[in-house]
Each structure stands twice: as C-alpha cells, then as structure tokens.
C-alpha cells in the first residue's frame, strides 16, 4: 500500500489517458487505491483502465469532481479554464501535476532511475528496463511508448527498481529526486516554455543538482558546454561517447544490413562486452551506451546488457517497422525535432532501399517557428520530402508560420520537397509516385502514422 494515500482517498486523473497519466493511474489502483478519471475520448489505454476497474468520464465536466474525490491529478496540458481543476479548486481539494505525483511514487523506490535528454528519453528508457528484465530485476516501469516486451508503457514490479522518463517540458523533472540521472542530450525544444537555450541548460543543471551524494549522473560527453551541467554537484558523474574520450566509450562498429549494428564497449578504455543492437543508427549505439552505464551503477553484469540488448527490438513509434506493400517498405517513427529527423534519416541509410520517401508532419506552431531554418536544413539525406498540415496539440494558429511555407524553406537546399497537406491528397501521391523497392517514413510526432497504415491497408 502506498504511504501517499489511506484507503478512503478517490484520486481523480484529468487526462487520465495520457501515456504517463495512465501508469501512474494503475499503479494507484494496484495498491487497493479508489482511481478514476477523465479523457477526451475513448482509445486502446481508456479501454485497458476500464478493464481493470477504473472508472472513466469521457469529456470535461465539474460534476465529474463528486463529492467521494479527495484529490486531483492533472497534466500540463490542462489549463486553469478547466472545468474539472476549477471544481476541484473550488472544493478545496489536494491538486498535484503529474509530475509532483511521479516524484512521490519514485521517493519510495530504493534504486530510481530517471532518463532526460532533447531527444531519446523513450528508447534508453526502454534499454535500461530491457536489462534490467534480463538480470531479473523484477523493475516497476513507466516509459513514454508501447515496449513490446512488457506489452505496455507500464510494468507494476515487486523490487526497489524504479525506471521512469524525466520530461524537461514545465521543469517537470525537478520534481524528481532520481538515485540514477541521465542526460543524453540537450539542446533547444520547447521554447515555448523555456525561451532560450540559456534557460534549459538552467533547467537540466538544477535536475543534476536533484541527485543526492550517493547517487550518479550519466551524461554524453558530447553535450556542447557540457561544463554548464556539471557544476556544484554532490554526486558521482560518469560520461558516455561515441567520439569523445569518456568514460563508456564504444569501438568497432559495425552497420549490418537493415538496420542492426554490433559494437565493443569500454569502460576506462578496458573492453567489457560486444553488444549485439536490433536497431539502426549511431543514435541509438549511443542510446544503448547510456544504458549500460546505468546499469553497471546498480552492478548488473555485462551478460545482462548483451541479453537485454539484444532482445530489445525498439519501442512502437520509434523506427518502427510497420509492414510492406507492393515492394515499397513502411516504417514510422516519432521524431518531431530537427536533431531527431536527421538521426532517423541517417539510420534509414543503413536500410537497403531505392528511394526515401519522407512524410513529415510538424509537432505544433511554436516549435515549427522557434526552429524553422533548423527543420529547413534537416532533410538532406531523404529523396522526397512531404509535408503534411501542422499537428497543433495544445496551440491554435496565429498565422505566423505553416506547413507550406516549410516545405518552400527546404526545397531551397534542393531537394524534391512539396506541401500536400491532406493526409488523403499525401496517401494518394504516395500510391502513384512510389515504386518497389523504395522506402517510405512517416515522420512526427502527431497522427502521420495513419498515412503509412492506410498506404499499407489500400
């Protein structure tokens, strides 16, 4: 039973199927805990809570806070206008943000770990909970994205081991206080929160400064300015590369074809195991490098990372491969920002194929603007580039920028670049335009996925 809540609290999610939300929702109701919710609309994780005996509103309405609700989760994407957080206000009940409840539930786990970074959170997340599985660990996880291995983004565990995301969007991860940190990166997103690159080194310097004196950070060595990070620190820090000299350091990499890559890990320059990876890109070796040094912290054995590795298969959305039709390849992946694009572009160089096809669809105006001439320049190594409508999530339009004149801005570094906008106009001109042997990717962090099931489907 959890030491957050007694038997008699109702706690009410606003959001509740949110891919983080959710997790925390059932490891709730796990301990015997009353939990219950609300959400837009119905989908696969709404049905699964339901399947477990969470009850869920669907649509935002102040009844739903009844009289039994004791306190009140919400994300940050639900603002003060909410009708439910201004019931729950008006009652004066106990409101915490997702990311207050998920440092609670991680203070009760003797071995937390907690991975940030720009881009990679999800995939490393799932390296290190894969080795950790492998070295029967027995890990309770939470991580942003279907693991096939667990069937699930979450798995409720019975040991101290505790894996979760730490999302730097709102400062959410300083809400944690991780025995094991990890950056993988930093580098401007989310400007429209933070505002400047100055403030999100801020903001991962104070995460950092989060991990108490036994505990360790793992961090690239790569990172620009990577000293700004690591000042004022009480616990150990170990560093990761792939081209510095760092602690965890790889040698002999081998690309294999379609996307498999073999390589030596070093720690101090000493050999510790050959790692076998079921996933492309010198992103994801450095991914997996990240993961093996936290897991050597809490002392699991090099079989465990090779065994863990090498079963990890990638995360759903994440270099997915998602079928073939009349020759052509599909694979989908979740990338949304420029470094992201660039990286899935070059994994897909060690895939054999004729033509690249890229689907991109652009996560949100504020980021589209903010990075614009970024997005511009980070489509050289795709043949064909479209670019379908901006996915706005939490924003509405203020006309400032656009899908179309995106694809202008790329078609000046010469490459084949077209706005198409419709995801029915986009699947057509696929069906016409694309040939046996080509490879096609849907690329962001919306709903471009349908494009490529539906190209598969017809």
Excluded at 125 to 136: C, D, F, G, Q, Y
Excluded at 255 to 283: C, M, Q, R, S
Aim: aromatic residues 8%; contains cysteine.
């Amino acid at each position: 039973m959890t030491t957050m809540f007694k038997d008699s609290d109702h706690i009410y999610f606003i959001g509740i199927g949110g891919i983080s939300m959710s997790g925390l929702a059932e490891i709730l109701a796990s301990r015997g805990c009353k939990v219950s919710g609300t959400d837009i609309r119905e989908t696969p994780v709404t049905n699964h809570l339901q399947s477990i005996g969470i009850q869920i509103n669907f649509g935002h309405h102040a009844e739903n806070i009844t009289d039994d609700v004791t306190h009140v989760v919400f994300t940050a994407a639900i603002h003060d206008g909410n009708p439910e957080l201004a019931a729950a206000k008006a009652k004066n009940l106990l409101i915490m943000d997702r990311a207050q409840l998920l440092g609670q539930i991680m203070e009760e786990y003797a071995s937390s770990i907690a991975v940030s970074g720009t881009h990679g959170k999800t995939t490393t997340t799932s390296m290190v909970s894969e080795i950790l599985l492998a070295a029967e660990k027995d890990p309770t996880i939470t991580v942003g994205g279907i693991l096939p291995t667990i069937g699930s983004n979450l798995k409720i565990g019975h040991s101290p081991y505790f894996v979760a995301e730490a999302c730097e969007y709102f400062n959410s991860f300083l809400r944690l206080t991780p025995l094991a940190g990890v950056i993988l990166n930093v580098e401007s997103d989310h400007l429209d929160f933070f505002g400047s690159l100055e403030n999100i080194y801020h903001s991962f310097h104070d995460f950092a400064k989060r991990i108490p004196e036994n505990g360790v950070l793992i961090i690239n060595k790569e990172i620009d300015n990577i000293s700004e990070l690591l000042k004022d620190l009480a616990c150990t820090v170990e560093t990761f590369s792939l081209t510095e000299d760092a602690n965890w350091m790889v040698q002999n990499i081998i690309h294999h074809e379609y996307g498999k890559n073999t390589f030596d890990v070093y720690l101090n320059h000493e050999k510790k195991a050959t790692i076998h990876l079921n996933v492309p890109g010198d992103h994801n070796i450095s991914n997996a490098l990240a993961a093996i040094a936290t897991a050597s912290f809490f002392g699991i054995s090099p079989e465990s990372w090779v065994k863990g590795l090498a079963h990890f298969s990638g995360t759903n959305r994440r270099f997915q491969r998602k079928g073939e039709k009349n020759g052509v390849l599909v694979i989908d992946d979740y990338a949304h920002h420029p470094t992201e694009i660039r990286a899935t572009l070059a994994a897909a160089k060690n895939v054999k194929h004729n033509t690249t096809w890229c689907v991109f669809q652009p996560h949100t105006y504020s980021r589209t603007k903010f990075l614009f001439e970024d997005f511009g320049n980070a489509f050289f190594n795709a043949d064909e580039v479209i670019i379908a409508d901006i996915y706005a999530a939490r924003e509405t339009d203020d006309g400032t920028v656009s899908a179309a004149q995106l694809a202008e801005r790329i078609a000046k570094t010469g490459k084949s670049a077209r706005y198409v906008g419709n995801f029915d106009e986009i699947l057509s001109y696929l069906q016409a335009h694309c040939q046996t042997g080509d490879l096609l990717l849907t690329v962001g962090a919306g709903d471009v996925y349908k494009i490529g099931e539906s190209f598969l489907a017809d």
